[in-house]
C-alpha cells in the first residue's frame, strides 16, 4: 500500500457503533463472549461443534503437536449430512437451500430436501465410477448450482474435492489435476461469462492429454447446443445420464474429523502453487461459528457471498458455512456488468438479499461507475454488508457504507486466507464500533498477535496466529517439508500469515497487505514467481522480474521486466505474444499490465534482482538505496526506459 495512505489511515478515528435496533436483534450482543472464548478457547469451539451432528462423539477438543493440529480427535462426522440431512426432519425441509441466477437470467431454486436428493444421487454416480473415499476429485465448473451438489457429494462419500477456478487456463488445470492425482474430472460443456461462452470442456480436453491419473471425465451440460462437445468414447460422460440411473439415498460416511475434506490450489511464494489441506471436523465447525456469529445469519435471510466457488471464499461462504446453518444461499454464474452495470443490485432488488458479502476490488469499480447505478433500484432489503480479500480504503469503506448500506447497515471487514479456512478477523456486527478499513478485533477464540522481526508483540510488524484455530490448513498436499518452513519456520510454533499489520491504541488491526511476493490482483492471489516462471517458459525470454504496482481498483496491477534471448528483437508484437503466453501458462488473471523489455536487471552482487528498485521505478519514486547493487548504471538506464515507455 502506498504510504501516503497508510498514513491517512492510521489517522482515521471515524467510529460507527452498531445502530441500536441492529444491536437488539443481532446473533451476539454481549461482549464478554471475548472474555470467555479467551479463558477457555476449547470449551468455546466445543460449544460449537455440540451444536452439530456426529456419528461419534469425538475425544479430545485438540491435539497441538506444533505444527501440527488435530481438532475434534476421535469423533466422526459428514459435512453433507450437517449441510443437509440435519436439515431435513424440521421446518427447514422445504426451505429454499439454494437461490441460482445465471448469467442470461434464468432462475433456480433447490430447496434442502431435493439438494439432498440431487447430492445423494450425484455421490452414487461417483461411487459408480469407482470414485472410493480417499480418492481426489477435481472440479473445474462454472457457477452453477452443480459445482455445490458436486462438492457436498464428495463430501458425503469421503473423496477430498478440488475446485479449479473456472478462469484458469488449461495448462494450470492439468498441473493441478496431476499434483493431486485425481481419479475423476468434473467439468461442464461452458459457463457464461459477459454473454460469452468460456470453453471449459475444450480447456478439459487439453488438459486431460497431459493428466494420467484421470479414468472419467463427467460433463455437465449447461450450455447445449451452442458448445456441443466432442465427447472421448469410455473416458467423458454426461452428468444428467449418470444421475438418471442413480437412487435417491447415499449412506453418509462417518469420516474421522481429520480426513481430508478438500484440496484448494493458491499461489505462494514459489513458482508452484500449493494444494492447500482441509480437513473434515475443524473446518465445519469453524465454518459454522464464524458464519453465524460474523454474519448475524437469522432464519428468514438471504444471504449472498459474491465469490466465485473456485476461491476458498466461496468454499466458505457460498456453500458450507451457509448450508451447515440452514441459511439460503444465493448463487449467481455470471459478471456484474453484464448486461450492464447495475446487475448485482438488480439481483440484491429482484430477491431481496440481506446480507452481501463482496471484495474491495469490486466496491472500488462500482464506486467508478458512478452512484447511479446502484441509485436506480431500492437496497432497502439489505442489513449487513461484508468486504474480504484485502485492504479496504477508507474512502471505499464509506462509499459501500453510504451507497450501498444507505448509512443503516454495519459492515464486516473480514480478514483471512485460503489456509485459514475461515475467518480470523471480522467485527461481530451486533457488538463492535467499527472503523473504516480496519478488519477491527480477532474473532473469539483466536490469538492472533502483530510482531517485530524478532517475534515480539508490536503495535506494527507482522500478523501471526499464536495458537491453532479449528479451521487452519492440516499441510500442503505432498509436500510437509513446505508446511513447515513456510508457515511455521519464520517465527517458531507460531502461525506466519505474510500479511503486514499495525495494532492501534484500542487493539484494532489494520492490515497492510503481503510483505511476501504474492500479489493481490482484482482480489485473485497471484505469485510473482509463478508469472515470471510462465514468462521465461518462451523460448525467446531469458530473465524475467515481475513486481505489483498500486492500481485504482485491481489493487496491484502486474508489471514484468523481461530480458530477451541473444539477438531476439524487441517489438510490440512479442510483448503481446508474451501476455498471451503468461494467459495460456495461467489464465487471463495473470495477464501482465505492462512489459518493459531490458537489457539487464539490476541485481546485487550476490545476483539477486532488486525488486524494490523495480517497485521504486514502476511507482515513479525517487530510487532508494542502490549501494549494494553489482552495476548502478543499470537501474538508472532502466528507470529512464520505463518513463519513457509511459
Ligand atoms: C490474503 C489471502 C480469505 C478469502 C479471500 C482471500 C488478503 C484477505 C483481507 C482483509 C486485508 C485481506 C491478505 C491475505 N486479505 N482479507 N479483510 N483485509 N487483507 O484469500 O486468496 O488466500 O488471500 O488476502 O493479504 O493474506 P487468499
Known sequence: ????????????????????????????????????????????????????????????????????????????????????????????????????????????????????????????????????????????????????????????????????????????????????????????????????????????????????????????????????????????????????????????????????????????????PKGIIHTTGGYMVGCFATTQWVFDLKEEDLFWCTADIGWVTGHSYVVYGPLLNGATTLMYEGAPDFPAKDRFWTIVKKYGVNVFYTAPTAIRAFMKWGEEWPKKHNLSSLRLLGSVGEPINPEAWIWYRQTIGGGRCPIVDTWWQTETGHILISPLPGITDLKPGSATRPFPGIEADVVDDKGNSADAGYLVIRSPWPGMLRGIYGDPERYKTQYWARFPGVYFTGDGCKRDADGYFWLLGRVDDVLKVSGHRLSTMEIESALVDHQSVAESAVIGKPHEIKENAIVAFVTLKGNVKATPELMDELKAHVVKKIGSIARPDEILFTAELPKTRSGKIMRRLLRDIAEGKALGDTTTLADTSVVQALKEKYEESE
Open 1 to 272: 500500500m502506498a504510504e501516503k495512505t497508510l498514513e491517512a489511515l492510521l489517522k482515521e478515528d471515524r467510529h460507527f457503533p452498531p445502530p441500536q435496533d441492529f444491536r437488539e436483534r443481532a446473533v451476539v450482543r454481549d461482549p464478554k463472549v471475548y472474555e470467555q472464548a479467551a479463558q477457555d478457547r476449547l470449551k468455546f469451539w466445543e460449544s460449537f461443534a455440540q451444536q452439530l451432528h456426529w456419528f461419534k462423539k469425538w475425544e479430545r477438543v485438540l491435539e497441538w503437536n506444533p505444527p501440527l493440529a488435530q481438532w475434534f480427535v476421535g469423533g466422526r462426522t459428514n459435512l453433507s449430512f450437517n449441510c443437509l440431512d440435519r436439515h431435513l426432519t424440521g421446518s427447514r425441509r422445504n426451505k429454499t437451500a439454494i437461490l441460482w441466477e445465471g448469467e442470461p437470467g434464468e432462475e433456480r431454486t433447490l430447496t434442502y430436501a431435493q439438494l439432498h436428493r440431487e447430492v445423494c444421487r450425484f455421490a452414487n454416480g461417483l461411487k459408480e465410477l469407482g470414485v472410493c473415499r480417499g480418492d481426489r476429485v477435481t472440479l473445474y465448473m462454472p457457477m452453477v448450482p452443480e459445482l455445490a451438489i458436486a462438492m457436498l457429494a464428495c463430501a458425503r462419500i469421503g473423496a477430498p474435492h478440488s475446485v479449479i477456478f473456472g478462469g484458469f487456463s488449461a495448462e494450470a488445470l492439468r498441473d493441478r489435476i496431476n499434483d493431486s492425482k485425481s481419479k475423476v474430472l468434473v467439468t461442464a460443456d461452458g459457463g457464461w461469462r459477459r454473454g460469452a461462452v468460456v470453453p471449459l470442456k475444450r480447456n478439459a480436453d487439453e488438459a486431460l492429454e497431459g493428466s494420467p491419473s484421470i479414468e472419467k471425465a463427467i460433463v455437465f451440460q449447461r450450455i447445449g447446443t451452442d458448445a456441443s462437445p466432442i465427447m472421448k468414447p469410455g473416458r467423458d460422460l454426461w452428468w444428467h445420464e449418470l444421475v438418471a440411473r442413480q437412487p435417491d439415498w447415499c449412506d453418509p460416511e462417518p469420516l474421522d474429523s481429520e480426513e481430508m475434506l478438500y484440496l484448494l490450489y493458491t499461489s505462494g511464494t514459489t513458482g508452484k
